[in-house]
């Protein structure tokens, strides 16, 4: 299990300015590496990484992608005057080119390769790349949007040539939309017909096997502030209806946000609801994210209202994806406040510190849902996932490129802000909150002979009078076994430890369960405002505990309850219960993620029911994604005779990645409706579960 993150920076790649004027990239300054690589030093984050070298990327592994005459070109600009170079800028739409951009160009490029071989050589687990030039408005051909070689789209094609990678995630955070990685990759093959076929001839029994390596491909997601074509570039297949050609059909994914402002709830919902189903159906060997912190607060390009904090959870969901294999490489960012703050937020998460609870998340606005139905009936027929959604019809759609086309409306200007009218507006937001790690990162209360797991500390069992004696009032039954008193005692004082957080995280393997649960449920100290009960697998779990809204208890079984669902007691009956991986992970991503997030619990108590049919990488990947809540305080309760869960669980729970699902198959039908059901009848309650503007009041 690969260990450690790469920080990947040089000061040379700073040497370079705009030396003309230019209103349209007047915003990309050297400033944005150096204060960016300054606050990683600052905040402890760069000594905590493995410094990787930068190199240039070679002639050959820039030809991935471009073309010979751009290159040749390019090679040219060092010698070049100044008016040469303006010149040869013009060619070009919203870059500007120097002397020396050329060899930050490479280096750019040479990052993002050095980060690719560190994670593919397991010399890190994950990692970041700070540089400039940025890559993803590169073409084939042609600079473009302050970039001069597509530093990600490099990246993958240099993954698949060199480690024979077979499917590249690549997840476009920035606030534009990256064109040139959609241009490089839309109709890369999806499938059995792709590229990768082979044919193997068996001449003795003369029949022709064909082997094809299926799924040989880049799925690219992008979200990008679009205003209904007339955000920069302004091009027409930016929208959420570009889904691939040919055979890429569907492995082009993009999220128009029309209109500024948009906050974290949007951003967790299109995470939730789209990138994340989709995801983990692709199930990729590599996440690439072209991680641009224009999409933050404060920005003059984004306009958005996102905070920083929002990077360390979309970085943290995507790392229980390819086995925690990612390389985020910089692209945009022109706050020189909000910037530092999101790459020290995507760092800290790489690094596996706790998450910072996101407070006040509500549904996303009515423009995200309407881009978040049509982007999903648009890749509806790709992906299993999203196949049974719900088809957006003009009357609950008012996307303005509907009604244009219908010439209901004409195209009203858009009304761009001067410069000072913008900055008068000018966005304050809090610092995000420091996140410190707990001394014990994760503990244990297991029977004297169950060994603990290496980096888990033991908590030795001990009886608190106090404890005692408000636990006889409640389980008075246990009263007579001194042992499940002395568990449930010590589970008591493990929360109090958490929440100090003196503990991460906790494990415990019990008599009963339910009963654990309910012990500590009905004995958290009044500090604690909120706790999320997970529950995986059938049982009983008496309703009365989700009083006044202190408890929301969410079950995943195969058992349809007769019990009254309510805001906080939700009852997810799958098919299969908790032993199909799509039906689960369905529930999971597009019901449990939305929930928690809204309900943003101070803990987390997962408990696994006997018997509960779950298999470990599913159960792995539900427990990393639970991290996401209550600062990763998750407490986790397992039947004295599930010894063998004890392992995985620990390493979880220690900031290993969940190992990945296989390539999910559609979810059952059944599953899909029941789903869908719940998430109709809980929206009015849980806005997160939107995924239909029809719902909004
Ligand atoms: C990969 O480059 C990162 C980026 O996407 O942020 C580049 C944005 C170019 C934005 C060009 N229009 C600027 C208009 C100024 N008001
Ligand atoms: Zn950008």
Excluded at 329 to 338: A, D, I, K, W
Aim: proline fraction near 5%.
């Amino acid at each position: 299990m690969a260990h450690g993150t790469a920080l990947i920076y040089d000061e040379e790649m700073t040497k370079y300015k705009l030396l003309w004027v230019d209103p349209a990239c007047k915003i990309e300054v050297p400033e944005r590496l150096s204060v960016s690589y300054e606050a990683l030093v600052r905040n402890g984050l760069a000594d905590r990484c493995v410094s990787i070298p930068v190199r240039e990327a070679t002639d050959a592994e820039i030809l991935l992608v471009h073309s010979d005459e751009y290159l040749e070109a390019v090679k040219k600009t060092p010698y070049m005057t100044l008016e040469d170079l303006k010149e040869f800028t013009l060619q070009f739409g919203d870059v500007y080119f120097h002397p020396n951009i050329y060899r930050c160009a490479k280096l750019a490029a040479g990052s993002a390769l050095q980060l690719v071989d560190s994670v593919m050589m397991e010399r890190v687990r994950n990692g970041m790349a700070l540089v400039r030039p940025p890559g993803h408005h590169s073409m084939r051909s042609a600079a473009s949007g302050f970039c001069v070689f597509n530093n990600v789209a490099i990246a993958a094609r240099y993954a698949k040539q060199k480690y024979g990678v077979k499917r590249v995630l690549i997840v476009d955070w920035d606030i534009h939309h990256g064109q040139g990685v959609q241009y490089c990759f839309e109709d890369d093959p999806r499938g059995v017909f792709g590229k990768g076929r082979i044919i193997f001839g068996c001449l003795k029994c003369n029949i022709l096997v064909f082997v094809l390596f299926i799924f040989n491909s880049v799925l690219y997601f992008s979200w990008h502030r679009y205003e209904h074509q007339k955000f920069w570039p302004q091009l027409r297949e930016s929208d959420y209806d570009s889904v691939g050609k040919e055979k890429g059909a569907g492995f082009n994914i993009n999220l128009p946000w029309n209109q500024v402002g948009m906050e974290n709830s949007d951003y967790l919902s299109v995470f939730c609801h789209v990138l994340l189903p989709v995801a983990y159906e692709f199930c990729p060997d590599l996440v690439l994210v072209c991680a641009g912190f224009d999409s933050a607060i404060g920005d003059p390009e984004g306009e958005m209202c996102a905070t920083p904090d929002i990077f360390a959870h979309l970085t943290h969901l995507l790392m229980n994806l390819a086995g925690g294999r990612l390389c985020a490489v910089l692209e945009g960012g022109y706050n020189l406040t909000s910037l530092p703050q999101s790459v020290c937020q995507t760092v800290q998460t790489l690094l596996g510190d706790p998450l910072p609870q996101l407070a006040n998340l509500s549904g996303p606005c009515r423009s995200a849902l309407e881009s978040l139905q049509c982007l999903r009936s648009a890749q509806k027929q790709y992906w299993g996932s999203l196949k049974h959604t719900a088809s957006p019809t003009a009357a609950n759609i008012s996307t303005k490129r509907i009604r244009i086309a219908e010439g209901e409306v004409e195209e009203e200007e858009k009304t761009e802000l001067g410069e000072e009218e913008k900055n008068s507006e000018e966005k304050v937001w809090h610092e995000p909150p420091k996140r410190p790690c707990p001394p014990i990162r994760a503990a244990s209360v297991l029977p004297d002979d169950v060994a603990c797991p290496d980096g888990c500390k033991r908590i030795t069992k001990d009886i608190h009078p106090l404890v005692v004696s408000r636990l006889k009032d409640h389980l008075v039954q246990e009263a007579e076994d001194g042992d499940a008193l002395a568990t449930f005692s010590t589970l008591v004082s493990l929360v109090q430890k958490m929440e100090k957080n003196e503990v991460g995280s906790g494990l415990a393997l019990v008599g009963d369960v339910i009963k654990a649960m309910m012990c500590v449920v009905q004995h958290v100290s009044p500090d604690l405002n909120r706790v999320l009960v997970v529950c995986v697998g059938n049982g009983k779990i008496p309703s009365h505990i989700s009083r006044d809204g202190k408890v929301l208890v969410l079950q995943i079984s195969s058992d349809a309850s007769e019990e009254q669902q309510s805001k906080h007691y939700i009852s997810v009956c799958l098919q299969k219960g908790c032993c199909n991986t799509s039906g689960f992970m369905q529930a999971v991503l597009g019901l449990l993620l939305p929930v928690g997030y809204e309900y943003n619990p101070d803990l987390v108590v997962l408990v696994r029911m006997p018997d509960s049919g779950v298999c470990d990488v599913v159960w792995k990947q539900l427990t990393g994604l639970l991290q996401s809540f209550a600062k990763g305080h998750t407490l986790v309760l397992m039947q004295e005779k599930e010894n063998s869960c004890v392992g995985p669980t620990a390493s979880i729970l220690l900031g290993d990645p969940a190992p990945p699902l296989e390539t999910l198959q559609a979810p059952d039908r059944e599953d899909v409706d029941a789903v869908e059901r719940l998430r109709r009848r809980l929206q009015a309650d849980w806005k997160l579960l939107q995924t239909t503007s029809e719902y909004t009041s």
